[in-house]
């Protein structure tokens, strides 16, 4: 804003009525008339001060109808406005002055965001410090944990914050440590956590010397990468944190995405690698909690990887396959994860549980839809046999159900109505009330 902006509003103006063209033989009383109009407007007034503009037209009103013994007291009243016209300019300077507003005001930070100021910096060093960073991101992180359904709204304002304060190569270094860490400490955090690093590679303007965001996260996701030999056969605590590492890389690859000149953005395969290996490191330990996560990340990723492979011409799915039916034959695991790793073989032969391409719902048939039956309800026979429509019986034993449950009621007349016998369905004390209700509700209507 420039430096005339400190005045009230409307100072400065004045408004210059044309002369109207069927004036032309205007007379003193015309004249006088216009000499009023043309003088300087007063101030616009605040609201609570009546404004001067209704006055002026009340005015000239009266000096219209031709009373020009009047003019004094008029222009009187005129010049009586006009100061408490500037009187109210006084005082919207006043307002103006000690005003907080400001062009260079923060912008609207969302409800529930944690908010800092600028005397958080460091002004000896030129930015902010670790200390005040770590505890800054912390609390965005906080706040997208317990609000995850807030990212959306959020993060462009956590974006631009970052932009403001991460200005150098160590505090971009420590941003992405903190990201990290809150990903792979919190397994809720996995999916926000690598939202959160798919954007802010893509909007976080710093590039330091060592790299970018991105860079910068994929080398500490192959620090983590490289022990995971040791952190398989490690302890419970080991094994635990290497865990969250692998369903984190797993988010990482569904949801980060990188620029293409050929088209649109792709996935980063370089993750596609690491996580073959990961799974190989898994089930070379097959104890109960590295297969559960083998599981889990199979689970999350397996339909996609195995597009990724077969589009390479690589058969690493088949691969980890054989080895997970290995696994079955020799290994001692738990029986709980026994039968998880043959769900997962079957969810496999099932296309992931994605309908074939090729089957549509007006031709799929059990033949060419693994999943024809999936939505189907199970039935009981009288002895507690299930069935479904898969059955070859299914037929015949639905309809035995039907048969026995008198589910098709008896029709009586000519026009097939269908006949009640509501005597014979309500017990004595419904039948009782019944009638009180229908005695009452006569006794009303008679009233």
């Known amino acids: 804003m420039n430096d005339d902006f400190d005045r009230a509003p409307g100072a400065g103006r004045s408004r210059n009525l044309t002369t109207d063209p069927g004036l032309v033989g205007a007379t003193e009383d015309d004249e006088a008339k216009t000499m009023l109009f043309n003088q300087r407007e007063p101030l616009r007034q605040p609201r609570t001060t009546p404004p001067f503009a209704e006055s002026s037209i009340s005015t000239a009103r009266e000096m219209v109808g031709g009373d020009c013994k009047r003019q004094n007291n008029i222009q009187q009243s005129a010049n009586t406005n006009s100061t408490s016209a500037y009187r109210g300019s006084n005082n919207v300077d006043s307002l103006v002055k000690s005003s907080k507003l400001s062009a260079s005001a923060p912008e609207f930070v969302p409800s529930g965001m944690p908010q800092y100021e600028d005397s958080a910096c460091d002004d000896s060093e030129g930015y902010y410090s670790e200390p005040f960073l770590s505890d800054m991101v912390t609390d965005f992180l906080d706040h997208l944990s317990s609000s995850p359904g807030s990212f959306d709204s959020d993060v462009e304002y956590i974006t631009d914050t970052l932009n403001y304060w991460v200005t150098t190569k160590e505090l971009l270094q420590e941003l992405v440590e903190l990201i990290f860490t809150q990903s792979t400490a919190i ?241 004595p004390e419904i039948e009782e009330a019944f009638e009180n209700f229908c005695l009452e509700s006569e006794r009303k209507r008679q009233q």
């Open 187 to 427: 397994p809720n955090f996995s999916y926000t956590g690598a939202r959160l690093c798919n954007h802010l590679s893509h909007r976080l303007s710093i590039n330091s010397p060592n790299g970018s965001f991105r860079q910068l996260l994929l080398k500490r996701c192959q620090k983590e990468f490289e022990q995971r030999d040791a952190a398989v056969q490690g302890d419970v605590d080991t094994q635990k944190k290497f865990h969250s590492f692998v369903l984190f890389l797993g988010e990482l690859y569904l949801n980060l995405e990188v620029k293409s000149s050929k088209g649109p953005p792709e996935r980063a395969h370089i993750l596609l690698a690491a996580l073959f290996e990961l799974m190989k490191s898994l089930f070379s330990h097959p104890v109960d909690a590295n297969l559960i996560c083998a599981v889990k990340l199979l689970k999350l990723t397996g339909s996609v990887l195995d597009d990724a492979w077969k589009d390479r011409g690589q058969p690493h799915m088949e691969e980890l396959v054989q080895r997970i039916e290995t696994i079955l034959l020799d290994a001692t695991c738990s029986r709980d994860v026994r039968q998880m790793l043959l769900k997962l073989v079957e969810l496999r032969s099932s296309d992931w549980g994605r309908v074939c391409a090729g089957a549509s719902a007006s031709n799929a048939t059990p033949d060419n839809d693994p999943n024809y039956f999936m939505n189907e309800p199970t039935f009981y026979t009288e002895d507690g046999t299930p069935f479904t429509a898969a059955d070859p019986e299914y037929a015949e034993k639905y309809q035995e159900i039907l048969d026995k449950q008198d589910y098709f009621h008896d029709t009586d007349g000519e026009n097939g109505d269908e006949v009640y016998d509501f005597e014979d369905e309500m017990e």
